[in-house]
């Protein structure tokens, strides 16, 4: 099985502060999507990084595919309590499934 | 454009017991999955189910099968319950297989599975 590797598991910020999320793996993706769950919810797609080295920015929120495609990353500027939640990592696997990470779960205190 | 939806928010079975879940795809897309999340833990996938056949199953039993029907919406039903199967049930549905080159899928709001 080709698990994904996020670290760090939990995380508890103070409003303002940055924060970077892991997710790595020994082997190489075509993509990977990273997803963000509140509770009570379903997990809600943030973006899909599909090139070696590509970076791609959601306002406060900067994701890195890294050059060999094995491992990715989440940075957060100045969090805010609504950045709270749990943020997934995911691949594709065969059968049209998505294989997760354990997740990052996140909380940014006012 | 509606999204996912999933019915019921909540439910209480007992060991034994058999539950079914339901799920409504979001508009435009035909291709449904299913996903179990245990608390503090990344989703699992269950199964999919594209055109009304299942397209591709993860490493869960028999006693966990489904439907699609032909509006594309889906079932998840389960036999016989077993403490473990206490969790949340996501649905996902997305377009058109094969045209979706990244597997893009799109979550409805889970239904939250307690079994005692």
């Known amino acids: 099985t080709q698990l994904l590797e996020q670290s760090p598991q939990f995380l508890s910020i103070q409003e303002g502060e940055n924060l970077t999320v892991y997710c790595n793996s020994s082997?190489?993706?075509?993509?990977l999507q990273w997803y963000r769950q509140e509770p009570g919810e379903g997990p809600v797609l943030l973006v899909t990084?599909?090139?070696?080295?590509e970076v791609k920015k959601l306002k406060r929120l900067t994701f890195q595919f890294g050059d060999a495609r094995k491992d990715s990353s989440l940075h957060i500027t100045a969090a805010q309590p609504g950045d709270t939640g749990l943020y997934l990592c995911a691949r594709g696997g065969q059968g049209g499934k998505l294989i997760f990470g354990q997740g990052t779960e996140l909380s940014v205190k006012p | 454009e509606t999204g996912v939806t999933q019915s019921p928010t909540h439910l209480i079975k007992t060991r034994g017991q058999q539950v079914t879940l339901r799920c409504s795809s979001q508009?435009?897309?035909?291709?449904v999955s299913w996903y179990q999340q245990a608390l503090g833990q990344g989703p699992q996938f269950i199964f999919q189910y594209y055109r009304e056949e299942e397209n591709g199953r993860g490493n869960f039993p028999p006693r966990f099968s489904g439907l699609q029907f032909p509006n594309y919406s889906s079932e998840l039903n389960v036999n016989a319950l077993e403490l473990d199967d206490s969790a949340l049930y996501l649905c996902a549905s997305s377009p058109l297989t094969g045209t979706s080159g990244y597997n893009e899928q799109f979550f409805g709001p889970g239904t939250r599975l307690t079994v005692l």
């Open positions: 508009s435009g897309h035909n291709t």
């Open positions: 082997s190489v993706f075509s993509s």
């Open positions: 990084v599909v090139t070696g080295g």
